[in-house]
């Protein structure tokens, strides 16, 4: 895995857990035209809730292609320029998702969460102690405008 100047189909972002004794480092996001789509499509309707006192965010059963930890062939720190950057288009090898070191809980509930001003963060829970792994919050609009400026 690999930092790309170049937008391409997928990113990574910096994640964490709430687990005493697990660990998670980041998730890795495949951003298509159609996931690009559906993420505009939500972000509007989360826009709707602007002014409503109390709104949150609306949900969506959505999830990231894992979350993962950091090994010997991946340093989260390496990747990203700056403890102030969140996340970076990356490049993977062929069949290098498959050997990435995968947070050690088997998760499930996978929510994407938005807000009224298009930030969003992906969630799961641990299946059998419902531990929360998560991404950093993220700007869609921002994310999809990054992937396709200079692609090639």
Do not use: H
Not at 16 to 22: D, H, I, V
Not at 29 to 46: G, K, P, S, V, Y
Not at 82 to 99: V, Y
Not at 119 to 129: G, L
């Amino acid at each position: 895995m690999t930092r790309s100047t170049i937008p391409t189909e997928y990113i990574l972002i910096k994640a964490e857990t709430n687990a005493q004794f697990a660990c998670c480092d980041y998730a890795i996001i495949q951003i298509t035209a159609d996931w690009q789509n559906t993420m505009l499509q939500r972000t509007e309707l989360a826009e709707k809730f602007k002014g409503i006192p109390y709104f949150s965010r609306v949900s969506f059963y959505d999830c990231p292609l894992g979350f993962f930890e950091n090994d010997e062939n991946v340093q989260i720190n390496k990747i990203l320029n700056s403890s102030m950057e969140d996340w970076a288009f990356i490049r993977l090898e062929e069949n290098e998702l498959e050997r990435l070191t995968e947070c050690d809980n088997q998760l499930n509930s996978f929510v994407l969460r938005i807000n009224e001003y298009g930030y969003a963060f992906y969630s799961a829970y641990a299946e059998y102690t419902g531990e929360e792994y998560y991404t950093t919050d993220f700007n869609i609009r921002q994310m999809i405008y990054a992937s396709i400026t200079n692609r090639q």
